[in-house]
């Protein structure tokens, strides 16, 4: 299978904003695992802000564009060192794509990015992707990587597309709060649940339920099944490629 993974800041790092260790190293080794299986992966990592921010010692997510875009050219460089360093014990090798809004609006644009992604794919590399704040702000641009990991999915013909997240699946309400929240097993039309989208966000992120029920109507448009589940347990990808139910599971069109 091609698979798209999207990690979210929540699951990367503490909410210090420091790196949490232990998830990312357990995320880099079933993703290695999964690649020496013969599954095409292609990255899709937030973090470059939150972890920008711990490394600068900045109280909290910055709130200014300039300061965001400053640190994220600072945690972007931190995110990759640590991902090429893990996936190199595996000896995969780690491909930086930084994509903005218009990659995907203009024509050739879009082409090269598609080609670049299909490459990499044929020489066994692992793409991994980021909005490039440093030019494009949740202001201006695509915004959340949820989104951006749709698109990505979509260009990259992709046969499934995986949204790590810091809670299990899409809930009827919002389980930190309400004990009679239950766990949608299966969407098959995304608009019938807009309703239970919520509105949370933990301190590093961006996103929420909304930009990830837009992600499932986008890739379910294109006929491809997206899955959210909890980016605490990665080995919960070795499931997902056995066909095991695993979190909510939206259904293509
Ligand atoms: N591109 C942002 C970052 O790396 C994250 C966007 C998001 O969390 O959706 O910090």
Do not use: W
């Amino acid at each position: 299978m091609r698979i798209v993974v999207k990690v979210g800041t929540s699951t990367l790092a503490h909410g210090t904003g420091m790196l949490n260790v232990r998830r990312v190293e357990r995320l880099t080794r079933v993703i290695s695992d999964l690649k020496n299986a013969g599954h095409e992966i292609i990255l899709v990592s937030s973090g470059a802000i939150g972890m920008g921010a711990g490394k600068l010692n900045l109280s909290g997510r910055p709130s200014d564009i300039p300061t965001k875009q400053a640190a994220a050219a600072v945690g972007q460089c931190e995110l990759m060192y640590i991902y090429d360093k893990l996936f190199g014990e595996y000896h995969h090798n780690v491909a930086q794509m930084l994509l903005t809004a218009d990659d995907f609006a203009d024509g050739l644009r879009h082409d090269n990015l598609s080609n670049t992604l299909a490459r990499l794919l044929q020489l066994g590399a692992l793409p991994i992707i980021n909005e490039n704040d440093t030019v494009a702000t949740a202001e201006l641009g695509i915004g959340d990587n949820d989104t951006l990991s749709a698109l990505v999915a979509v260009s990259s013909g992709a046969d499934l597309l995986v949204i790590l997240s810091d809670i299990d699946g899409l809930y009827t309400s919002d389980p930190h709060t309400d004990s009679s929240a239950e766990l949608i097993r299966e969407v098959n039309n995304a608009d019938d649940v807009a309703g239970f989208a919520g509105g949370t966000v933990s301190g590093l992120g961006t996103g929420g339920m909304a930009t990830k029920i837009a992600a499932a109507k986008l890739v379910n448009g294109h006929g491809m099944d997206m899955i959210i589940c909890s980016g605490a347990d990665p080995d919960l990808l070795y499931d997902i490629c056995e066909g095991k139910p695993v979190g909510t599971r939206f259904r293509g069109a």
